[in-house]
């Protein structure tokens, strides 16, 4: 073994010794950001840290602003009765989600109903999808200008999103109607947004 392992075996790697100490310091950051691209890839690919990895789930970026911002600001049921409303951006505390019965223009409301029509107020808007999952209302087209009132067809398990006036987004699921008051009924996960 003798002088051939001291040029190319384990034992030392006299070569890497005899390069200059600055060719040495690149060569070790590109492996370190070699090996740290390649953790990052597969966490991001697969979703999950591979055996080993030490990667932060904060270090990777989120592909929705509701994930980035880190889940649910505001769950519950919202009872919608004819000509009511709702402030999507109530804080969790506000079971009631401050459901106005006044005036559309007083107040903070983001979504009104005149069931069957349903508007998005006050600067919100809302848009009808196929779909509850945690990032349909993020990826849904076709939001309807607000306070244009329109029959959305909403039937039990059907799925309505509004982005409220405060830039969160909520994923209402119908869970009930009841056509003789004109009363819709939801089951609602508001959304945070960055800040929250």
């Not at 060569?27 to 950001?33: H, I, P, S, V």
């Not at 994923?171 to 996960?189: E, H, P, Y």
Request: net charge negative.
């Amino acid at each position: 073994m003798g002088k051939e392992s001291d040029q190319t075996g384990t034992s030392g790697f006299k070569w890497w010794r005899d390069l200059p100490p600055w060719i040495q310091v690149l060569a070790a950051g590109a492996t370190l950001l070699l090996g740290a691209g390649t953790v990052l890839g597969v966490v991001h690919a697969t979703g999950s840290t591979p055996k080993g990895g030490a990667v932060s789930a904060s270090t990777i970026p989120s592909a929705t602003p509701a994930a980035a911002s880190g889940g649910i600001y505001h769950q519950g049921p919202l009872v919608l009765a004819y000509n009511t409303g709702a402030d999507l951006d109530a804080p969790p505390s506000d079971r009631q989600w401050s459901e106005l019965s006044a005036s559309r223009d007083g107040g903070g409301a983001d979504l009104w109903s005149l069931y069957p029509d349903l508007a998005g107020i006050n600067g919100a808007t809302v848009v009808t999808i196929d779909s509850g999952t945690s990032t349909a209302c993020q990826n849904a087209t076709g939001w309807l200008t607000p306070n244009s009132f329109q029959d959305l067809n909403l039937g039990v398990g059907s799925f309505l999103c509004v982005r409220t006036s405060q830039g969160r987004y909520s994923l209402l699921t119908v869970t009930a109607i009841d056509t003789t008051t004109n009363t819709i009924t939801f089951s609602v996960k508001t959304f945070k947004k960055l800040g929250d």
